[in-house]
């Protein structure tokens, strides 16, 4: 296996720290984003959607996206599960897996993409072109502050998102409240659950992979 | 278990689908949302998300959207697999699920609720206010167009979306088809592998679950 990757990214990240709690160690490639790689000719016949990150596997084939690389660790390598043990639980992990990437990710990235010089014109990933809309920019920014209130009001109910283990939920939500952070849209430290949380979660080695 | 619906709202097919897929009957209560049912306190007590599908589990607890009442009934009742088999079978429904829900659902919810009347400031699903985008409809309608040429390359390829089994990201392509062709969106005719694809998916009894 292989994985293709780009440390200054948000979600390669998420399977950094999936590969981390997990205690795994594969051959990894830098795509360096910044100077345009995940658009060269060779790194198209590798992912054609010109994105990171992307897993090569054992027969040769390749997954282009974190979620599906992280099933495919958790089901090939199951422990410690990343996605849930019972089914209530598995089924939680991927409602929350999907409100963070809806409600939290896509807004934060819609907040930058649509405002940030160096993606004129590449408002979305991936090899189409799209021009930026101020708009959609200004609406993701009020979008990720309506979710930062949501996740404060779950984990003040419970340890971690999917209940009270630590799971891939919980790996998502941290990569976006730090690549929010970044871009001055983090969550109030007035939101104590969710700042309690973060700490803990910022304390696991897998936090730095 | 109870499954929260409603006929004429594209998600909840998602649902109905897979229980007619694994022969399952559970009760269903309509939520009429063309008269706004959704924004009830009586529905908000069930999924403060004010969206269906949402599926009441045994425990008296909710799941709010379809992938995670997807996930939850794959793990009680496996039987016909829908997520997929193998590792990589599962990893590939789950990249094609990501896919469809963000170049294909997404853009086609995009084109449609950025226009239509009944929508103004309800231009994303749920309780909270948002204007309509109109370059966002325009950006969701070009993208779906894109889309059809990514299903139409696949589905030259292989069989089903995920390889040689029927799954939920058919279910999910399917939706998406009719969605966008409810609204003259769809697929052209041209698209040979995908209209073929589609006259399949159109035949299982499923179809009209």
Not at 127 to 155: K, M, N, S, T
Not at 166 to 193: C, K, M, N, W
Request: glycine residues 4%.
């Amino acid at each position: 296996m292989k994985l293709y990757d780009c440390v200054s990214a948000p979600s390669p990240k998420r399977v950094r720290m999936i590969l981390a709690e997990k205690g795994l160690d594969i051959p990894v490639e830098q795509v360096d984003l910044r100077s345009g790689a995940q658009f060269s000719e060779a790194y198209k016949a590798i992912n054609p959607r010109c994105t990171v990150p992307a897993l090569e596997m054992e027969d040769g084939s390749v997954l282009c996206d974190s979620r599906s690389i992280v099933r495919f660790l958790e089901e090939v390598y199951p422990n410690p599960p990343m996605l849930g043990e019972t089914p209530r639980e598995k089924a939680l992990v991927e409602e929350w897996r999907t409100r963070i990437e809806q409600e939290g990710f896509m807004a934060v990235a819609e907040a930058f993409r649509n405002t940030a010089k160096g993606f004129k014109d590449s408002a979305i990933t991936g090899p189409q072109r799209y021009a930026q809309i101020p708009e959609l920019a200004a609406r993701g920014a009020d979008r990720v502050r309506v979710f930062w209130d949501v996740l404060d009001a779950r984990l003040s109910d419970t340890a971690f998102l999917a209940g009270e283990n630590f799971t891939a939920a919980d790996v998502d939500a941290y990569i976006v409240v730090e690549f929010a952070s970044r871009l001055q849209l983090g969550p109030s430290e007035v939101l104590e659950h969710l700042a309690a949380w973060r700490e803990v979660v910022a304390a696991r080695p897998s936090a730095n992979a």
